[in-house]
């Protein structure tokens, strides 16, 4: 990692960028604070040195490229985001032929905030099994030839607890949520024009800002992620109150890996298992 990678990204970036190949590339620069990264959007070839990757690189910038529909457009992406580049495509959309995918084999990422950054990896980069990108054009690093098996020691954790303590656990979470929507908002799998959360009519949830509303927002919301979630974490990371969505979303995704053997984002081809129908399908529940 480091500087080798950043370079490697700068001369690919330049590349595409003096060919007309893409029009904008997504990557990291180094922040305002000079210590961690953020988005970067680069359209000119001589801006490319503006592009790092470091280990504080934890956006998944792969949510940008709903904004760039129609426009050819190259993106960075760990392996945890690869699988969005899976998922947007799988659901039609984002064009293959739009987007060409600069992949970077990731070591993890670590914990940091504004002008601080520890060196502590991200807990999530521990259960990670996608360390080399599964779809790219251009590869920066060595891909992993043996990736771990899945584990959900967190998932065990939560499951140990009496379905009371559970319950008590997830309307304390409720009550601090804001409904700030930043979750929704970095998720690449939350795309609807008009999310449910905002319709009036038919009135989903209501908007009041209050425990079960919140309960119900952070349930549907999950459930609409079942098995399209690709583990990227993004809707943990930012929000701003620390609520443990991934509990939620690592739950589903055990689900669906035991009873589909399916993992969101592996190719472009299969649809989640909770969004396609099969007439005969029994799964043998009850
Ligand atoms: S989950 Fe995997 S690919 Fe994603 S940041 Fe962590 S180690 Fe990298
Ligand atoms: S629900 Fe969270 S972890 Fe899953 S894809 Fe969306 S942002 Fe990433
Ligand atoms: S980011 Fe956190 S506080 Fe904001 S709506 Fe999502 S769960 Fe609630």
């Not at 970036?13 to 680069?42: H, N």
């Not at 303590?165 to 601090?176: H, I, K, N, Y």
């Amino acid at each position: 990692m480091g500087a080798d990678f950043a370079q490697q990204i700068r001369d690919k970036a330049k590349e595409l960028l003096q060919e007309g190949t893409v029009e904008c590339v997504i990557g990291y620069e180094t922040g305002s604070d000079g210590v961690s990264a953020r988005p970067a959007f680069i359209y000119d070839p001589a801006a490319v040195d503006r592009l790092v990757f470091d280990n504080t690189c934890s956006h998944n910038l792969v949510k940008y490229l709903l904004d760039k529909k129609g426009k050819p457009t190259a993106v960075v992406v760990k392996g945890c985001d690869s699988r969005a580049v899976n998922l947007l495509l799988s659901e039609k959309q984002i064009e293959r032929d739009q987007v060409f995918i600069i992949g970077v084999v990731c070591p993890g990422v670590v914990e940091w905030g504004w002008n601080k950054r520890s060196e502590q990896i991200q807990q999530r980069c521990n259960w990670c099994r996608q360390h080399t990108p599964v779809v790219y054009d251009f590869l920066v690093g060595e891909p992993v030839t043996e990736e771990p098996p899945a584990d959900f020691a967190d998932v065990a954790e939560m499951e140990a607890k009496t379905t009371e303590e559970r319950a008590a656990f997830w309307r304390e979470q409720a009550e601090r949520c804001l409904r700030c929507y930043a979750c929704r908002q970095a998720c690449p799998g939350c795309y609807c024009i008009d999310c449910f959360a905002e319709e009036l009519d038919p009135e989903w949830v209501g908007i009041r800002i209050a425990p079960e509303e919140n309960l119900m927002w952070n349930t549907i919301r999950a459930f609409h992620l079942g098995g399209r979630c690709i583990s990227c974490n993004e809707c943990e990371r930012v929000c701003p109150v620390n609520i443990p969505l991934s509990l939620l979303n690592r739950k589903l995704e055990q689900e669906v890996l035991s009873l589909f053997d399916y993992q969101a984002g592996m190719s472009d081809a299969a649809l989640a298992p909770l969004i396609t129908f099969k007439k005969d399908e029994k799964l043998g529940i009850g």
